[in-house]
């Protein structure tokens, strides 16, 4: 791409070049006008056939060979690039990368992925469901032609590059993801994006028990390793079947499948705030039960009593049966 950019700069800049020898030369042989000068040069280098203003010199001929020669070769140079352009694709690509870059540029409040792997293509599934604006962060080719042809956007780069990020609108974005399967990686775009945005919430994936502690110092809000929460998965089945199964059943997917949904207790009505839970009365109004709470200080209180305030700054989560979301969701 840059190459391209390089090529059409060089014609943009001899195009100017011929049409400011041409003019300049028949001002200072001819004693043309700048108006007559540039006409001269415009009928010269389009070789239209036109006639010349009065008749020519030897000097002003031998200039005139020159210019209609060599605007000949930059217009025939000029000509095959456009072509090879157009004929590749790489016009129509370029164009459609700037689109995407334009529609970044407008997101506020997004989602920045870094890594088009196994757990990012996890992360953007649920975002999807959830209608969540987001930006993918990948460098390999093969997964940007699968971003793509989804139609998912996305900057191609390198996520430990502040340039990167900021391409994919880190100024602006709400959260990070960071899923590379490098720790060392994931630890240089967590250290750059809280550089670069103290308020976004930073979430990264760790390989390694050693990388937990480092990712939290640099500004992780939180560090997921994904093989420990498979193997205690996979051992709480053993221990506690039943509950686990249960819990695998809970979802918190889609429109119509979802079993939890969580409430700002802010985007409540006003009438709500500073009332308590049993004021709300949700199992009469949706069925739906209040099943924690979670408090400004980001402490959490699991089956919370009926009495517990609804504080601006808390949120609630809510169970209930997939129907009873969708009725929780149009009450509120």
């Known amino acids: 791409m840059k190459v391209l950019d390089s090529k059409i700069h060089k014609i943009l800049v001899l195009v100017a070049s011929i049409m400011t020898i041409g003019t300049m030369g028949y001002m200072l042989l001819s004693n043309y006008s700048f108006i007559d000068a540039i006409y001269m040069t415009v009928i010269t280098v389009t070789t239209v056939g036109f006639g010349e203003l009065k ?66 293509k996890q992360a953007i599934l649920k975002l999807n469901n959830y209608n969540k604006k987001l930006v993918v962060v990948e460098r390999d080719r093969e997964m940007i032609s699968e971003l793509d042809n989804e139609g998912v956007l996305y900057i191609q780069g390198d996520a430990t590059l502040d340039e990167t990020l900021l391409k994919a609108g880190i100024n602006t974005a709400a959260n990070l993801i960071t899923a590379l399967p490098s720790d060392a990686d994931n630890l240089f775009v967590v250290l750059t994006a809280n550089q670069l945005n103290k308020n976004c919430k930073i979430i990264s994936r760790a390989s390694n028990e050693s990388s937990y502690s480092k990712l939290k110092i640099a500004g992780a809000s939180n560090v997921i390793m994904p093989d420990k929460l498979g193997g205690d998965h996979m051992a709480s089945l053993v221990v506690t079947p039943d509950v686990i199964e249960f819990v695998d059943r809970l979802t918190i997917e889609g429109e119509t499948t979802a079993n939890l949904e969580e409430i700002a207790v802010d985007d409540l009505p006003k009438k709500y705030l500073n009332k308590t839970i049993l004021d709300l009365d949700l199992r009469k109004e949706t069925g739906c039960t209040v099943i924690g709470i979670r408090n400004p200080d980001k402490d959490y209180i699991i089956n919370p009593e009926a009495e517990t305030e609804l504080i601006s700054g808390s949120s609630l989560i809510v169970l209930g049966r997939p129907e009873q979301i969708i009725k929780l969701r149009e009450f509120f």
């Open 55 to 120: 008749p020519f010199s030897p000097e002003e001929k031998v200039f005139t060979i020159f210019l209609i020669s060599t605007s000949i070769t930059v217009f025939g140079y000029a000509v095959s690039t456009f072509s090879e352009y157009l004929v590749s694709g790489r016009f129509f690509k370029q164009f459609k990368h700037r689109k995407v870059e334009k529609q970044i540029k407008s997101l506020r409040g997004h989602t920045i992925v870094c890594g088009f792997g196994r757990n990012g």
